[in-house]
């Protein structure tokens, strides 16, 4: 399966527009086999893995819209498999949508669900934006923007999206630029995520490197 560029049912841009304009009615409905969420853990999923900048077996790609119901703020995350149970307490690529869904951000981010699980939500957000701030300071963003993102989060799961984001690009959802565009941007991310990983490696960033 390859990317497509010219508007097609695989393509990235495509099908993460339709998925944005339809999200917001679909929450008024049930989410069982509801296909607005397919939408997004198939067919998005699938269109991402399609563009070939994150190789089978070294990367896997997932998607979700929910936390115990249809979620607040949905996304597509890629991780890197030598990270074990990245999307909880490890580094992470992803496309994470904004609460109004005007906004959609490539993110490169950081899982927080282990340690909030013995924590209150304000030292979890010192312990992630500590994260941050150390790949940040060892790090170029090479053109995108460092640090916090806003998504109008008010649960905790986007809070903490916002608050544990390393590097992000951000587009707007009634103007997303052209697969091609979509893909080089990806192809940026996946070099600052192999960069973050070898510093949080030989920094040895993890669960607890700052305590309150």
């Given amino acids: 399966m390859t990317s497509s ?4 049912r695989s393509s990235l841009r495509r099908l993460l527009s339709e998925f944005a304009s339809r999200y917001p009615s ?7 086999g509801h296909e ?3 939408l997004m853990r198939k067919d998005v999923a699938s269109a991402l893995e399609a563009t070939g900048v994150f190789e089978k077996g070294v990367y896997k790609i997932s998607g979700s819209v929910r936390k115990g119901g249809w979620a607040e703020i949905p996304w597509v995350a890629v991780y890197d498999l030598s990270e074990k149970d990245t999307l909880h307490h490890g ?18 981010d ?3 669900e282990t340690y909030y699980d013995t924590h209150t939500r304000a030292e979890t957000d010192i312990h992630i934006r500590g994260v941050a701030d150390a790949v940040i300071g060892a790090m170029g963003g ?4 460092a640090g916090r993102i806003d998504l109008g989060a008010t649960s905790s799961v986007g809070r903490f999206l916002e608050n544990g984001c390393m590097f992000s690009v951000r587009y707007m959802l009634d103007d997303l630029p052209d697969d091609s565009k979509l893909v080089e941007d ?3 991310f996946k070099l600052l995520y192999k960069e973050a990983l070898d510093v949080k490696r030989s ?9 309150m």
């Fill in 142 to 145: 090479r053109g995108t923007v």
């Fill in 5 to 8: 560029v010219n508007g097609g």
């Fill in 110 to 112: 950081q899982g927080s």
């Fill in 203 to 211: 920094r040895r960033l993890r669960i607890g490197s700052f305590p």
């Fill in 91 to 108: 580094f992470f690529v992803a496309y994470v949508f904004s609460a109004d869904m005007s906004s959609l951000f490539l993110t490169l």
């Fill in 36 to 38: 607005v969420a397919s």
């Fill in 186 to 188: 990806l192809r940026l």
């Fill in 26 to 32: 679909a929450r008024k409905e049930p989410l069982a």
